[in-house]
C-alpha cells in the first residue's frame, strides 16, 4: 500500500478548509497572527483571505470577548487543557456582529506552535430562540387579556388524561386556582347548579368522558360569593405526539345572558303591550262601527222617511221646492251609502257571518277596486274561530291585499285558507314582480308587514313573507289553535 506522504496530507488539509462550513482559523501562538483561514470565515467576516491573513483573531471579535478569548489561549498554552469551547460575537467588516459556537485547539507537532478556530454561525438558531421566546411571550400576554380562562386538557396514548394548562384566571372565573383545578378537574363540575348538570354529563358522554373537552353553555353556583354565572366553553381538538390535545378557552358569558334575558322581557312586554293596543283598536273600532250604524244610520233613516214624507205632500205645481226636497232625498241616500261603507271598514258585519263569508267578501271588493283575478280556496265549511282570531286573520289578508295592489304589480292573487287539527294556515300569493331587496321591516312600507307580524305573534303565531315558488311573493300565517272539542254525537 502507498504509504501516506506530507505532500497528500497538506492536499487533504487544504481541501477541508476548502469545503467546510464552519469558520476555520489557523494563527501563530506566539504573535497571533492568521496563517490560514478558510472560504467560511472569509464570507462570514466579510474579508479577503489576503486580509485575514494581517489579522489576530482579536481583530475577529467583540471587546467584550477579548478578555475570555486571551484567557482560553493561556490556558491551552500551559498544557493544563488541549481544547476549549465557548461563545462569542464576531466582527464583520463593516461593523455588524453575529453570534458563534467555537472551539480552540492547541497543535501538539513538533513545528511553530499554532491554535486552530473552528466556528459555527448560530445566528439562525439564536433568532429563531428570540422568535419562540417573544412568542411565548406575547401568548401569554394574550391569555393574561382574554376576558376568560384558557387550558389544554391532555389524553395520552395510553388513555389516561389529564388539564396540562389553566391560566391564572381561574382564580377570577371559578375562585379555583390553576394547579388546585389541574390536579382535581372534577371541581368544575362540582360548580355547575343541579338544572345544569344533567346537559354537561350528557356532553361528557358523548364526548368520551373527558372533563372540559366539549362545546358547552351552562350556569355555575359560586358559593363564597352567593353568585349565579354564566359559563361559556369552545374547545378546539388536535393530535400530537403526546397525545390528542383540547386547546379551550372558558368566558363568563353572564352579562350577555342578563341582557338577553331582559331582552326578550323587554320584547314580550312590547308585544303584550302590541296586542293589548290592537285589541283596544278594535273594540273601539267595534263600538265606533255601532255608534255609527245604529245612531247616525238611524238618524239618517229618519231624515230619509221625513223627505219622502215630505216628498209627498208638496203642493202641486211647486216645482222648485220639489227639486230642492229630491236633491236632499239623494244627499241622504249618499250619506247612508257612506255611512254603511264606514261602518264596513270600521268592522265588517260580514265577519259575524265567519271568518271565510268575511274573505270572499274581501275579495270581492278586492277584485272590483282593483281589477285584479282572485282565487279562494277555503275548506266547505266555515272554520270556527275566536273573536281575536278571527279579526286578525281577517286585517293580515286585508294588509296583504293592500301590498298586492300597491307593490306587486300582479294579475293574479291566490288565498288559501285550510283548517289543521291544533292550528290555522293561511297564505296569500300573487304573480308579480316578488319581493325585492329592503323590501322588509325597514322599507317605506315596511311598518304594514311589521304589524301583520307583531298581530301573528300576539296570538302566538307566526308570519313569513318569502317569494313564491314560481314568481311573486308568498305570505304566510301560522296561528296555533286550541284542539277542537270531541264531537258530542261521536
Same mark, same amino acid.
Given at each position: ?6 505532500? /497528500? ?16 482559523? *489557523?494563527? /501563530?501562538?506566539?504573535?497571533? +497572527? ?27 471579535? !467583540? ?37 458563534? @459556537?467555537?472551539?480552540?485547539? #492547541?497543535?501538539?507537532?513538533?513545528? $511553530? ?8 454561525? *448560530?445566528?439562525? #438558531? @439564536? =433568532? ?15 391569555? =393574561? ?50 338544572? /345544569? ?33 354564566? %359559563? ?27 341582557? @338577553?334575558?331582559?331582552?326578550?322581557? !323587554? ?34 233613516? =229618519? ?8 216628498? +209627498? ?12 226636497? =229630491?236633491?236632499? /232625498? ?25 271568518? %271565510? ?19 279562494? !280556496? ?6 270556527? &274561530? ?15 291585499? $293592500? ?9 293574479? %292573487?291566490?288565498?288559501?285558507?285550510? +283548517? ?28 304594514? &308587514? ?11 303565531? @307566526?308570519? $313569513? ?26
Amino acid at each position: 500500500m502507498r504509504s501516506f506522504k506530507a505532500a /497528500d496530507q497538506d492536499a487533504l488539509l487544504k481541501a477541508i478548509l476548502q469545503e467546510s462550513a464552519n469558520e476555520i482559523l *489557523v494563527f /501563530d501562538a506566539e504573535t497571533l +497572527r492568521i496563517i490560514q483561514a478558510n472560504p467560511a470565515a472569509a464570507n462570514n467576516l466579510q474579508r479577503p483571505l489576503r486580509a485575514l491573513r494581517l489579522l489576530t483573531p482579536l481583530d475577529c471579535l !467583540s471587546a467584550d470577548d477579548a478578555h475570555t478569548f486571551t484567557t482560553l489561549l493561556a490556558v491551552l498554552q500551559s498544557g493544563k487543557k488541549r481544547r476549549a469551547s465557548f461563545t462569542a460575537r464576531c466582527r464583520r467588516s463593516d461593523g455588524s456582529g453575529y453570534p458563534v @459556537e467555537a472551539r480552540l485547539f #492547541r497543535s501538539a507537532g513538533q513545528g $511553530t506552535p499554532l491554535f486552530i478556530w473552528i466556528a459555527s454561525d *448560530v445566528s439562525q #438558531r @439564536e =433568532a429563531t430562540q428570540q422568535a419562540l421566546a417573544h412568542s411565548a411571550s406575547d401568548m401569554r400576554a394574550i391569555v =393574561a387579556h382574554i376576558p376568560g380562562m384558557a387550558y389544554q386538557v391532555l389524553r395520552k396514548p395510553g388513555g389516561s388524561t389529564s388539564l396540562r394548562y389553566v391560566s391564572e384566571q381561574s382564580a377570577q372565573l371559578l375562585g379555583i386556582k390553576a394547579t388546585a383545578l389541574c390536579a382535581d378537574p372534577e371541581r368544575f363540575f362540582k360548580l355547575i347548579m343541579e338544572e /345544569d348538570k344533567a346537559d354537561y354529563l350528557a356532553r361528557l358522554a358523548a364526548s368520551g368522558g373527558v372533563h372540559m373537552s366539549f362545546n358547552w353553555e351552562g350556569r355555575i353556583w359560586m358559593e363564597a360569593w352567593k353568585d349565579v354565572k354564566w %359559563v361559556n366553553i369552545r374547545v378546539s381538538q388536535r393530535e400530537t405526539p403526546d397525545g390528542l390535545i383540547w386547546d379551550g378557552i372558558m368566558l363568563n358569558t353572564t352579562k350577555s345572558k342578563l341582557a @338577553e334575558a331582559e331582552i326578550r322581557r !323587554s320584547r314580550a312586554q312590547l308585544a303584550a303591550l302590541a296586542a293589548h293596543v290592537e285589541s283596544v283598536r278594535e273594540q273601539e273600532r267595534l263600538h265606533l262601527a255601532r255608534e255609527v250604524h245604529d245612531d247616525l244610520g238611524g238618524n239618517l233613516t =229618519a231624515i230619509k222617511i221625513g223627505l219622502s214624507w215630505l216628498m +209627498r205632500h208638496l203642493p202641486p205645481g211647486e216645482i222648485n221646492l220639489y227639486k230642492r226636497t =229630491a236633491y236632499l /232625498d239623494n244627499v241622504a241616500n249618499q250619506t247612508i251609502d257612506a255611512t254603511h261603507r264606514i261602518a264596513s271598514s270600521l268592522r265588517p258585519p260580514v265577519l259575524d257571518f265567519g271568518i %271565510v263569508s268575511a274573505i270572499e267578501w274581501q275579495l270581492e271588493r278586492f277584485g272590483q277596486n282593483t281589477d285584479l283575478a282572485y282565487e279562494f !280556496s277555503a275548506p266547505d265549511e266555515d272554520v270556527a &274561530l275566536g273573536s281575536d282570531i278571527a279579526i286578525t286573520v281577517f286585517r293580515i289578508v286585508q294588509e296583504a291585499l $293592500t301590498n298586492v295592489a300597491k307593490h306587486a304589480r300582479a294579475t293574479r %292573487v291566490k288565498v288559501a285558507l285550510a +283548517r289543521q287539527p291544533d292550528s290555522l294556515l293561511l297564505t296569500v300569493t300573487d304573480n308579480g314582480r316578488g319581493i325585492q331587496p329592503g323590501q322588509g321591516r325597514n322599507s317605506t312600507h315596511g311598518f304594514g &308587514l311589521l304589524g301583520m307580524t307583531e298581530r301573528a305573534a300576539a296570538l302566538g303565531g @307566526e308570519l $313569513t313573507v318569502l317569494p313564491a315558488r314560481r314568481q311573486g311573493t308568498r305570505v304566510s300565517l301560522y296561528i296555533p289553535l286550541p284542539a277542537r272539542a270531541p264531537d258530542a254525537t261521536e
